[in-house]
């Protein structure tokens, strides 16, 4: 049997929330839909953060509200905390991701949190999200380097896992949040999180700041990783990463797995046309799509 991979297309959360411009939500609901009709079956739909520091992710809800139901697809929003959780319960969601770091600079500007803060907040998000029965998520950004303090312990990162696990999450996403990180550096995260016994519930989130995106899926491939996060287009990037570009963009990894004969589920045609929608409404072409254009 083929090897598969499951794959989180991040493109309307990660995706979107670094434009300068925020995109309409009929905009956003109709890339959403795209990108379920290509295939996917978990997608990080938007965030219920702070709209003053995000505006970009703004009327999520409204989003979520104007999408068909698509009952057999992961819909994630982002949320920091339990005002967060409360605003994405009354919109529907049953899946939630919540989000902190190994380094704690950067999750002091990224949610205004020390690392123990940051659990503090989500402990109540866990309780109730057990209670309501709605899926966790969880992330950590900076598993390798941060913009502030440079290179992390990759055993740190993974001990942040550990303490995302214990709250629920049913899988923890590694934030390569730079896009720094080399094959070499990623092998040595996952032979940390091999040795700890996460292989099985971690997600591999690669930013391609130095093209390193697709060379660094494969190493985790190879490592034993079988979750990836990726954005249509290599859209991307967190405000608070500065010189961060985009996610390594799925059309990528889709080229990537399918010369491996590893199953995606995803449609690259499909997957274009999703990103296509996106790039219309920037009015411009997405980071590399002038190569893929030509090859879908
Ligand atoms: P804070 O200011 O510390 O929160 O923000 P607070 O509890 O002190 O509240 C202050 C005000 O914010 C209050 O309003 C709250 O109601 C409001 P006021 O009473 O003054 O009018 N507030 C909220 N409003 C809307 N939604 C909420 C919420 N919580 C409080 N959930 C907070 C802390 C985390 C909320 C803030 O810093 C924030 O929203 N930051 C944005 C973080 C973010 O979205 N970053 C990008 C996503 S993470 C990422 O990209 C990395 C990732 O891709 C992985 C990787 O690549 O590494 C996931
Ligand atoms: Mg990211």
Redesign the pocket.
């Known amino acids: 049997m083929s090897a598969q991979v499951r794959l989180c297309e991040v493109g309307p959360r990660?995706g979107l929330?670094n434009e300068t411009e925020s995109l309409a939500v009929a905009v956003r609901a109709e890339f959403i839909a795209a990108l379920c009709a290509a295939g996917h079956q978990h997608i990080e739909c938007g965030?219920?953060?702070?709209?003053d520091?995000?505006p970009q992710m703004q009327d999520t809800a409204a989003v979520l509200a104007a999408l068909a139901p698509m009952p057999s697809v992961r819909l994630t929003a982002?949320?920091?905390?339990l005002?967060?959780y409360e605003?994405a319960l009354a919109a529907g969601c049953k899946s939630v991701a919540i989000?902190t770091a190994a380094s704690e600079t950067f999750n002091q500007r990224?949610?205004?949190?020390s690392i123990d803060e940051s659990f503090e907040r989500f402990a109540p998000v866990a309780a109730r999200a057990t209670a309501d029965g709605v899926r966790l998520r969880g992330?950590v950004?900076?598993v390798l380097h941060c913009p502030f303090e440079g290179r992390i312990n990759p055993a740190t990162a993974v001990a942040v896992a550990q303490r995302l696990l214990v709250l629920g999450c049913d899988e923890v996403s590694f934030?390569e949040?730079t896009g720094r990180a080399t094959p070499n550096e990623v092998r040595e995260l996952c032979a940390h999180v091999n040795g700890a016994g996460l292989m099985n519930v971690a997600a591999m989130?690669f930013?391609d700041t130095y093209g390193m995106g697709v060379a660094n899926t494969l190493v985790a491939f190879e490592a034993g990783v079988r979750s990836f996060d990726a954005s249509a287009g290599g859209l991307g990037g967190?405000?608070?990463a500065p010189g961060a570009a985009g996610n390594v963009a799925t059309e990528d990894l889709l080229h990537l797995f399918a010369g491996l004969g590893v199953v995606t589920g995803v449609d690259p045609v499909l997957q274009h046309r999703a990103g296509e929608i996106v790039a219309a409404a920037l009015g411009r072409s997405l980071p590399g799509r002038v190569w893929r254009a030509c090859h879908p």
Do not use: E, M, W
């Open positions: 990660d929330q965030a219920f953060v702070r709209a520091l995000i982002l949320v920091p905390n005002k967060g605003a989000f990224n949610s205004n949190a992330y950004s900076t934030g949040t989130h930013h967190c405000p608070n």
